[in-house]
């Protein structure tokens, strides 16, 4: 829905208003959106997408077997819901997991919200079974391992949507957002922001594919709410735009396979094991990450071509495999401190030695200071799911200290779980998280430029579906109450 009158020419150029202009439809978007419309249901919202709905996202690996690089963009990255409709679509439900945002907020404010938010789930569709909540024993069991091997076990219940599911809790809510009034831009693209005299204006849009006329978007209220594929373009308008940031932490790691055997306790227990630790030599924060029992590695796009590894988890359709990402944090100040960039530049490495494809090691082989080759990954026990994966050499690529956190980290786990650190654990490389610029904001998202905010991950507050989720709730709070 637009204003009346709303409709102008400048210049040639169509301009349009509106309450509120979301940019991007991932989770913290669709939830600015959705609670707006609950405090009040007629707020002229419009949500920018550069890809599609989520009922027309459709990999094209599921029949070719093969990466055949999608353009304009990776639909399994980029449209409604973001990466987070082709993921494993767990949901955290503890304020100690997703990022720093309890930091921002409080963490009772921050596990009032989780609460909150995992009723909306509810309501469209999710599962109603939460992982992790039984086994108090068995959990206290896997707590003592860990401590032995000097790791956190931290306590998170989790509710798991399915890739499959999720797809389709998304699309209902999609659907209701279009019901509402609330108007999508799909294949749409932010080229800029326009901020006069610290106070955001509009934001100027063309289509993603095709060659046509510019058109500027005049809101109200501007949240950008890009999510970790628009976390780049967000620091080049902070540069643009003098938007007040700060470099954040960047996470370099590898996605691990193992057979389901050797994961079965903690699968069972726990369905994810989220551990942090600390090892030697160099101290920095290492951690377990999207653990996805009988899943499958996948594959993701990024701009300029660039591969990285995920890993996907369905309610129906399971594996013989478990997959879970090992992330290595490091942070940069002085004289560098571009994150991303470091992080691009590692992924880029990595993609080179494997001709643009993801590449895959086994853990012995590590050990042995050898590459694997591909009819090695014949011979072993672990079956490789990414079935375009190249063998290659990961420690050819990842720098000295975050290889050598991921190695110690591993042989820790091998205390918790007997057999995580088989001479046959495959690695696949890299995954890489572009969140790490952190947005300066208050606790009501305000940034330094008036009626600008920041949302989940693209800002650095957030990791993961949930939190994303919360922080889309509180925006639509913010608002609907200065609104009143």
């Not at 375009?388 to 200290?401: E, F, K, N, W």
Request: aromatic residues 8%; hydrophobic residues 35%; proline residues 3%.
């Amino acid at each position: 829905m637009i204003h009346k009158n709303s409709l102008k020419l400048y210049g040639g150029v169509i301009i349009l208003k509106y309450d509120v202009i979301i940019v991007g439809a991932g989770p913290s978007g669709i939830f600015t959106a959705l609670e707006l419309l609950r405090q009040k249901e007629n707020t002229k919202i419009l949500m920018i997408e550069k890809g599609r709905s989520i009922d027309k996202r459709h990999c094209p690996k599921e029949e070719t077997k093969v990466c055949v690089n999608c353009k304009p963009y990776c639909h399994i990255t980029t449209g409604f819901s973001g990466a987070g409709a082709f993921s494993d679509g767990k949901l955290s439900l503890s304020y100690e997991v997703g990022g720093e945002l309890p930091k921002l907020i409080s963490s009772m404010k921050a596990q009032e919200y989780i609460e909150y938010t995992d009723k909306i789930y509810l309501e469209f569709g999710a599962d109603i079974k939460v992982e992790g909540l039984e086994n108090n024993e068995e959990i206290k069991d896997i707590r003592r391992k860990a401590i032995e091997a000097g790791l956190k076990l931290v306590d998170c219940p989790i509710r798991h949507l399915g890739t499959e599911k999720a797809q389709e809790i998304y699309f209902k809510i999609q659907n209701h957002l279009l019901d509402a009034g609330v108007e999508i831009l799909f294949n749409t693209v932010v080229k800029d922001l326009f901020i006069e005299e610290g106070e955001a204006k509009a934001v100027k849009v063309a289509n993603s594919s095709k060659k046509e006329d510019e058109k500027i978007l005049y809101g109200e209220k501007i949240v950008i709410a890009a999510g970790r594929k628009g976390a780049d373009w967000l620091k080049d308008m902070c540069i643009k735009h003098e938007i007040d940031h700060t470099a954040g932490t960047v996470d370099i790691g590898v996605r691990v396979e193992v057979r389901n055997e050797i994961m079965e306790r903690v699968n069972d227990v726990l369905y994810e094991s989220k551990l942090i630790g600390y090892p030697e030599p160099f101290r920095n924060k290492v951690r377990t990450f999207c653990q996805n029992p009988g899943g499958f590695v996948s594959q993701e796009n990024y701009d300029n071509d660039l591969a990285i590894v995920n890993g996907h988890s369905y309610k129906e359709k399971k594996s013989q495999n478990t997959n879970l990402a090992i992330l290595s944090s490091h942070n940069f100040s002085e004289p560098f401190n571009q994150p991303i960039e470091y992080g691009k530049k590692v992924a880029e490495l990595v993609n080179m030695l494997g001709n643009g494809k993801i590449l895959v090691q086994r853990y012995g082989d590590i050990l042995d200071g050898k590459r694997t080759w591909q009819h090695e990954l014949e011979q072993t026990n672990v079956k490789y799911t990414l079935p375009d994966a190249v063998a290659g050499d990961l420690t050819s690529a990842i720098p000295y200290r975050p290889m050598m956190n991921i190695i110690n980290f591993i042989m820790a786990m091998n205390t918790v779980v007997p057999g995580f650190a088989s001479r046959e654990t495959l690695l696949y490389g890299p995954e890489i998280k572009f969140y790490s610029n952190k947005i300066n904001m208050d606790e009501k998202f305000k940034t330094n430029i008036k009626n600008l905010h920041c949302l989940g991950d693209a800002s650095g507050w957030t990791r993961g579906l949930m939190m994303a989720s919360v922080m889309g709730v509180l925006m639509g709070r913010v608002i609907g109450e200065e609104n009143k």
